[in-house]
Every structure is written in C-alpha cells, then in structure tokens.
C-alpha cells in the first residue's frame, strides 16, 4: 500500500514535536528559493521534491505520533519541497522494498517506523525520525543547488524478491531447530512416550535392557521420520517446480496452518478450563491410539527388547504422524520454499529429527534413572497447554514466513 505526494494538514493545535527548529529554517528556505533563481537553476530542478519513504506499521504507537504529530507540521513547513510515499509493511512487496532499502544504507536494527531521504538516507525508529528528519530535509534541499546535483536513484522494486529471499534464509535454521524440538513436545508424542512408560515400569525394565530399549526406539523414531520426511520433500519439490502447484501448495498450506493455529489456542484454552484429554481437538484419534497401545504391548514381548524397540519405534512414528505432520510438513514446505539447495534441505531435515527425538532421549534418560512413570505423566499433563500455544505460535510463524517466500 503507497500513497505518494501525501500531504497532511495540523489536526490541532499543539506543541511542536519539532521544538528544536527556529525561526532561521524558514529563513533558509527562503534564501534557498532566491539562490535557485540567482544562479540560474531551471524551474523544474527548483521544484525537484525531497523523496521521504516511510515504512510504517499501521497498529504502532510510534506510527501514531509521527502521523498526528510530526508529519503535519513537515507538511506545514516543507509544503511544496518534500514528497511522502507511504508504504505499510503488512503488505509483502512493502516489506521486499523495506529489506532492500536497509541492504543498500546497511541497516541492520528492525524498528517500527522507518524513513528514507532521496533513497540515499536512514532515519531508523522513532527518535531518530523525531530528532533528525527536519536536519536532513534541510540538507536535502540545500544539496539541490550545489553544481553537479543529480536526481536521486530510486529503489528498484523488481530486485527486491531476491534481497527478501536471501534475508529469510538467515531463520531457515533457527526455525528449524525451534519447530522439530516443539514437535517433539507436541502432546501427541508426549502421550504415546508416557503410556509407553508406563507399561516399561509395569514390565519391570530396567537398566541395561531399558538403555538397550530406549537406544532402539529412538533410532527407529529417527530413522523412520526421517525416511518419511525424505519422501515428503521430495514431492514437494517436484510440485513447487510448477508455478501454480507451487503457489497453490503456498497458500493453501498457510490458510491450513492459520486454521491450525487457531485450533491449537483453543485447546490450550478449553484444556487449562476443564483439565479433560477428550476436549482437545488436535490429537489422535481413539482407534489409532488403541492400535498404537496394542504395539507397544506386543512389542515387549518379543524375545529381544532390542528388537521389540525397533518395531515399536518405526510403528508408533508412522502412526503418530498422522498428528505430528501438523508441524512437519509445513516445515518441509518452509524449507522448499525457502530456496534451499537439496543438500542443505536434507541436512535441515536431518538437524529437525535430532530435535524431534530430544524429548524421547530425555524420557528414557529420566526413567533410567528413576523417575515414575507418575511423574511423566503430570509433567505430560502440565505441558498441555504451554506445548498447545508454542504450536499455535509456531503455526503462524511458518505461515507468515511461507508467505514472505517467492
């Protein structure tokens, strides 16, 4: 959204923002008109407006300030010598211009509130702007006359996709180690891990047949969600090669994961009220539950628990995916569209399933070394609803990142 040549007019009448400007400003200004015409500047030069572009968002106190306050009397005083191009960073090619004018004046501190003077000059947040825009608009004019003075470069918009897409690429890994370790703890896989507990302290293993149990199931955990993310890259990047699968892959899966968002802060909301699993919409179903249950049983008794660890871990993760794929594969649609290289793509696969099979490594570690089982599930309980909001956050930031992306 941009609106140029915008021009405010005083609202009310109050103290000036701009306390610290006198009386010789306009004196200058007007010193500045008679040096044009003195020196034989033509009218069209003399007219060349000072471009302000002000990257703003729209909810912010500070953007409230400048627009009530600050930018009526610039209006009032520079009437006629500045233009003001609005640009509200909800928009996406708002924000591709706001990145590329920070990579070109090396501004790296994200602020609120935003200026740039003839595209050559940062005025980064509020205070800044406060204290220094009528310095550097008095400069801007004053440079008009000198001998030589060229028309401002403007941005150019059609590159800045590119600056947006190599910026993003500085969270691809953060974001990849914050989602697998959340999905990880989602509640879900918290669950199964208790129940499976459980019925180890039931069994009565212990010791080197819980180590050898534990080391079997979260290998098999990680080797076959893993293999399951592999697949699901895959046909994700081989759709994402056509421009409309792409696109349509791209908004759908935001619009999902806004719906998901909303789905995970209820839960948390309805859980914290009742304490009740049942009225928790995001989890497995009762029938794969049961199966899973049933798995793990049968598990124990196979001869070898290195074995029976193995077969239950690749079993209970392909079906728990059914709920933890609520925040894998947005991840594996983030990493495509991120722009990654296979090999990078694959190691981020890699460093997300680390994160994911951490929460098992402590379980088993806790239960090898005394924990009950009691505990477990309390704790399980009591991370309901904080794991339920992360997911709901983390829900939102993969769809706005997504939508950031080309």
């Given at each position: 959204m941009v609106q140029t040549a915008y021009q405010f007019h005083p609202l009310v009448e109050s103290p000036s923002l701009l306390s610290h400007a006198h009386?010789?400003?306009?004196?200058?200004?007007?010193?500045?008109l008679v040096s044009y015409a003195m020196n034989g500047h033509s009218a069209e030069q003399a007219r060349e407006s000072v471009v302000i572009d002000y990257f703003f968002e729209a909810t912010c106190k500070e953007c409230k300030l400048i627009k009530e306050g600050l930018?009526?009397?610039i209006a009032e005083r520079f009437g006629g010598f500045h233009q003001l191009n609005l640009y509200d960073i909800s928009s996406a090619t708002n924000i591709a211009r706001l990145v590329t004018c920070q990579e070109r004046l090396k501004v790296s501190k994200n602020e609120p509130v935003m200026m740039v003077l003839d595209y050559s000059y940062a005025l980064n947040g509020f205070n800044e702007i406060k204290t220094g825009l009528v310095a550097r608009i008095d400069e801007c004019i004053a440079a008009r006359q000198e001998e030589g003075w060229k028309i401002p470069v403007s941005v150019e918009v059609d590159a800045a996709g590119n600056v947006v897409q190599e910026r993003m690429k500085m969270f691809t890994l953060p974001v990849i180690i914050f989602n697998g370790f959340i999905d990880g703890l989602n509640p879900c896989a918290i669950s199964t891990l208790v129940f499976f507990m459980s019925l180890l302290s039931v069994a009565k293993v212990r010791g080197s047949a819980l180590l050898a149990?534990?080391?079997?199931?979260?290998?098999?955990?990680?080797?076959?969600?893993?293999?399951?993310?592999?697949?699901l890259l895959e046909a994700i990047r081989y759709l994402n090669a056509f421009?409309?699968?792409?696109?349509?892959?791209?908004?759908?899966?935001?619009?999902?994961?806004?719906?998901?968002?909303?789905?995970?802060?209820?839960?948390?909301?309805?859980?914290?009220?009742?304490?009740?699993?049942?009225?928790?919409?995001?989890?497995?179903?009762?029938?794969?539950?049961g199966l899973t249950h049933r798995i793990m049983k049968r598990g124990l008794s196979h001869g070898s628990l290195l074995v029976g660890g193995l077969i239950i871990g690749a079993l209970v993760t392909v079906l728990e995916s059914v709920c933890t794929g609520q925040a894998y594969l947005p991840t594996l649609v983030y990493i495509i569209k991120s722009g990654t290289d296979t090999s990078t793509a694959w190691t981020y696969l890699l460093i997300y399933n680390a994160m994911f099979v951490i929460p098992l490594v402590l379980a088993f570690t806790a239960t090898y070394y005394g924990t009950r089982s009691e505990k477990l599930l309390d704790w399980s309980r009591s991370n309901v609803v904080p794991a339920k909001v992360a997911l709901g956050i983390l829900f939102l930031a993969i769809a706005g990142l997504m939508l950031l992306t080309q």
């Open positions: 009386g010789h400003d306009l004196i200058l200004l007007t010193l500045l930018l009526p009397q149990l534990g080391i079997s199931y979260t290998v098999a955990t990680f080797v076959v969600y893993t293999a399951i993310g592999l697949g421009n409309t699968a792409g696109l349509v892959i791209k908004y759908l899966m935001a619009t999902v994961l806004v719906a998901l968002a909303s789905i995970s802060f209820r839960d948390a909301y309805r859980f914290r009220i009742s304490g009740r699993a049942s009225d928790i919409t995001l989890q497995l179903p009762d029938g794969i539950k």
